[in-house]
């Protein structure tokens, strides 16, 4: 039996590191850790990628949240609109910003806020939306940034998901005050540990965030002149090495990420297994690959059975976890539903097509019968190519991730734990 895991990040590594390892071992032995001109290069290249003025390299991805939230003014008394289909990680932000989350329901089809949900959620207090770009997904901007702005919500968005996904041709992050990602190891552009930004083009907001991630040290202050009551939520000068290493690659590894999805689409057609349509107007870059199955612990089990890794993203709607309970007020359907049902299958650059159709040979088989039948969510890229002018000079030359099959395959994986494939979202 093969084994067949959910990623494979080790292969990411490995592809990049020829790239890389002069500055890596530089920035190492000179002893140049936090900051400095490693973090200056990714921010400038990374706000460039997304189509913004600014980016401002933080700790992690939820810190980029809340320091967006504080940077903006949004704490305590007011309430800040979240889906309820999301990592905890957004709720969580809006909390440790001081502000009150309000949950919103979600889009059957695609598991995310729409202008509906989210207008429905609106109160006196409301003063800003998280727009959660999930799976890889980004909903109707022009809408939902309509709605909002009718409203006079900020429109803040978690693109911790979302790296390179774009509306109509505009990327992910660009369209809000601010937009948040996490470079997590396991997202599509992700950083050999914890590492985060916000991207915006205000610079007031740009400032500001940079100034409560360092210690409150604003502009070109001295080292112990503290303008604000800060923090410390910096980025490490070897973990911008390595999301430039990276960004070189994330175009080819979002386009080979495409085809896996569209040959699951392709594979899975006419079985058991139903498949959404698409959504015009958005480029989805397929972080995750999430089908809907009724039954979906048994189906899980069964392909787990088979050495098939998958994910769940996720169990438990962020109104239903004990520590945001108190902020629910009523159930949200759509998203109880679904977390009940949601199931990832295995999604990375370096999956091979045969194993693509091991898997779906698999759940064409558990899911024989309709009461198991599968729905894929989320929308298929209909915008082709994406903006070329802001990606790096090395992207041009980046090899496609076909040449870059790592010694440490799929065919090598260990089965799998639930800790294990949480990790990768
Ligand atoms: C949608 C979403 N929001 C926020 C976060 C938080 O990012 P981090 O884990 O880097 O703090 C994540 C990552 O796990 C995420 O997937």
């Known amino acids: 039996m093969t084994a067949i895991p959910f990623t494979d990040l080790a292969a990411m590594s490995q592809e990049i590191w020829p790239d890389i390892e002069a500055d890596y071992l530089a920035s ?60 905890i990680g957004t709720a969580a932000a809006v909390v440790r910003a001081g502000a009150e989350p309000r949950f919103a329901d979600v889009s059957e089809e695609t598991l995310l806020l729409t202008p509906a949900t989210m207008t429905a959620a609106v109160t006196r207090r409301t003063r800003a939306v998280i727009v959660v770009h999930l799976y890889g997904q980004v909903p109707d901007m022009d809408r939902l940034m309509a709605a909002a702005d009718e409203r006079g919500l900020l429109v803040i968005e978690d693109a911790a998901q979302a790296h390179g996904a774009q509306w109509h041709g505009r990327r992910a992050g660009s369209f809000g005050a601010a937009g948040c990602f996490s470079f997590y190891p396991g997202k599509n552009l992700g950083a050999f540990g914890d590492a985060g930004a916000v991207v915006t083009s205000r610079p007031d907001v740009a400032d500001r965030v940079r100034a409560l991630a360092n210690h409150g040290r604003v502009g070109g202050s001295a080292h112990y002149e503290h303008m604000l009551v800060g923090r410390n ?168 991730p076909a040449k870059a099959a790592s010694a440490a395959g799929p065919a090598k994986a260990a089965p799998v734990t639930d800790a294990e494939v949480r990790d990768v979202a």
């Open 28 to 87: 190492l032995f000179n002893a140049d850790f936090v900051g400095g001109s490693p973090v200056e290069t990714f921010e400038r290249d990374w706000a460039a990628y997304c189509g913004t003025q600014h980016g401002v390299g933080v700790a992690n991805g939820t810190d980029a949240l809340e320091l967006a939230m504080a940077a903006l003014g949004i704490g305590p008394g007011d309430e800040v609109i979240v889906p309820a289909n999301t990592f």
């Open 233 to 400: 939520s910096r980025m490490d000068a070897l973990q911008a090495i390595a999301l430039s290493g990276k960004l070189a690659r994330i175009e080819s590894w979002n386009a080979r990420r495409q085809e896996i999805a569209d040959r699951y689409r392709d594979r899975l057609r006419g079985t058991g297994v139903r498949l959404t349509g698409a959504a015009a107007g958005a480029r989805h870059v397929y972080h995750l690959l999430v089908a809907r199955a009724p039954g979906r612990d048994q189906v899980r089990e069964q392909l787990r059975e088979r050495g098939i890794q998958t994910g769940v993203h996720y169990p438990v709607p962020c109104h239903l976890q004990p520590p945001l309970r108190k902020f629910a007020d009523g159930p949200l359907p759509v998203a109880e539903r679904a977390a009940a049902e949601i199931l990832s299958l295995p999604m990375f650059p370096h999956l091979k097509d045969k194993h693509v159709d091991a898997v779906c040979a698999a759940l064409a088989s558990v899911t024989d019968g309709s009461h198991m039948a599968a729905t894929i969510v989320g929308t298929r890229a209909v915008v082709p190519a994406p903006a070329p002018a802001a990606v790096p000079a090395k992207a041009a030359s980046a090899a496609g």
